[in-house]
């Protein structure tokens, strides 16, 4: 095995990192989110803090939109790696 071979391998072992850290980051924002929009008490508290003033309907929206976006873009990075090798 010769110096780009191993390059080669290590490229790949760390994209597959990159890859593994995002999904795992997603999903964990995702299950936060289902656990605070399903959860009544949870639910209580994001309407007594958003009737306060608090914009947090808003937060919500933009982390929803945040997993959706982060789910898309693994997609594609997983496409591109694939079009790669």
Known sequence: MNYHDSSNIA???GQQDVINTMRSNTAELRDLLI???TVK???????E????????AERFMEAG????????????????IDCIH
């Open 41 to 47: 008490s949870e639910m209580q508290k994001i309407v």
């Open 35 to 37: 656990q605070a929009l």
């Open 49 to 56: 803090m958003q009737n306060a003033g608090e914009h947090v």
């Open 65 to 80: 939109q945040l997993v959706s976006y982060q789910r898309s873009c693994i997609c594609q990075l997983c496409d591109l």
């Open 11 to 13: 490229l790949q072992i």
